[in-house]
Structures are given as C-alpha cells and as structure tokens.
C-alpha cells in the first residue's frame, strides 16, 4: 500500500490563479480530510468527506472546493489563490467516520502565493 | 467548540532523560478520543498514542505514555529515555466520538521538542 500520497510537494502560485492539490489512498478508507497548517495554529480543518460523492465543509472552507467522484481521490481546489493561503495542506483518510481507528496523513503540501 | 491548548511551545530535553508536554482541553462532550502526534522535520505526521476518554487506565507504546485526567481535562505525554530520534513538533489532538458531523481533528498549538546530546 502506498497510504495517502499528495501531489505536488511544493507549488508557488501568483495571487489570483487557481489550482488542484491532488490527494489519493488506497487503503478503501470511507472518511478523507484536508487540513492546513498554519505556525502557532496547528492543523485546522477545510472540507472533509464520509463517502464518495458527499462532501461537507469544515473549520476553515472559504476559497477551497472539494469533490470526491471515486473513494480512492479527493482534490482540493483553489478557485483564486491568495497570499493568506500560503501554508502546508495536509491530506488524511480514515476507515470510517465513526470509527477509533487511526488517521493517516500524507506527507504535505506546501503552498506559497506571492 | 471544543479547544485544545498547549502552553509550551518549545521544550528540551537530554538525551536519555524524561520530558513531558502539557495538553489542556475544552470539551462539554463525555466520550471522546486524544491524540499525541509527532511531526518530525519531514512534515510527516505519526500517530504516537491514543487514549479513549472512557478508558480509566492510561495508554502506553513503549517509551510513550499518557497521564489523562478527565476531570481536569488534562493529557499530558510523558517520554522516557528521549532519543535524537524524538526532537519533533508534538500535537495534542482531540475528536469526539461517533460525531457525525465531520468527526474532526481538533488540534493543538504544538510544542517543538529539542533533544540535547
């Protein structure tokens, strides 16, 4: 199993472009998150998902879509990048929403907007 | 809301002493799960323990191991015999359980551990 992987690494975006971080698992998890870390904050939550085609929204949504058309992939989108995004997004997946089992992150992306 | 606060954002430790890191909560909820998570330079985050809340006896992997007051609502992390290998951001984190609206992670401020040869 490759667990949660994130594409790209790093990206740098200008302010006003719009981009998709990719997030995959292939560990047939029903429940998938996005988090940003932001210093002195710890990880807040963006939208999460309880299944494939349900998405909801989190602690910190505006400026983000999601979508989740397959239980393997859940993209997070920029619809117009500002400098107040610029932080490390974190993807993670679980085996059920109500369960106790453990959640896997992947390992980050960061985003800087200039 | 449920808050979780770390008050000590940075810590230091010698190599082969004990180090704890404080981790208050905020919860008006009774059952619910507390996470330890360590972020090492690679940004990686790892599950170091877990503790139900209706669990009396403490959680312990190994050199790891938890004092959780649930009155208090207090989970501290205590390691013993710190390696290098530790130096790492550690986040305290928090989900109710069985919530069905998100089953989020409510996480910590962190606190950077710094391990002395």
């Known amino acids: 199993n490759a667990g949660v992987t994130q594409t790209p690494k790093f990206q740098v975006l200008k302010t006003g472009q719009s981009m998709t971080l990719q997030c995959a698992q292939d560990?047939?998890?029903?429940?998938m998150s996005w988090y940003r870390q932001d210093p002195g904050m710890g990880l807040r939550l963006i939208h999460y998902?309880?299944?494939?085609?349900?998405?909801d929204q989190g602690e910190v949504p505006n400026g983000y879509n999601v979508s989740r058309s397959t239980t393997e992939d859940f993209p997070l989108r920029l619809l117009s990048a500002a400098p107040s995004q610029t932080s490390v997004y974190f993807c993670a997946s679980r085996r059920t929403f109500r369960s106790s089992y453990e959640q896997y992150f992947g390992p980050g992306t960061r985003l800087t907007v200039t | 809301a449920q808050t979780v606060t770390q008050s000590q954002p940075e810590m230091s430790v010698q190599e082969a002493e004990t180090v704890t890191l404080s981790c208050t909560y905020d919860?008006?909820?009774?059952?619910?799960?507390l996470f330890w998570y360590k972020q090492p330079p690679s940004r990686q985050m790892i599950l170091v323990i877990r503790?139900?809340?209706?669990?009396?006896q403490n959680a312990t992997e190994n050199r790891f191991s938890v004092n959780f007051q649930k009155a208090a609502k207090s989970f501290s992390l205590k390691i013993s015999d710190s390696q290098l290998g530790d130096a790492a951001m550690y986040f305290c984190a928090y989900r109710i359980r069985g919530e069905t609206s998100g089953s989020r992670l409510t996480f910590g401020e962190g606190t950077q551990l710094t391990v002395n040869p």
């Open positions: 560990m047939n998890h029903e429940y």
């Open positions: 919860t008006s909820e009774s059952d619910y799960y």
């Open positions: 503790q139900e809340a209706y669990k009396q």
């Open positions: 998902s309880v299944g494939a085609g349900i998405t």
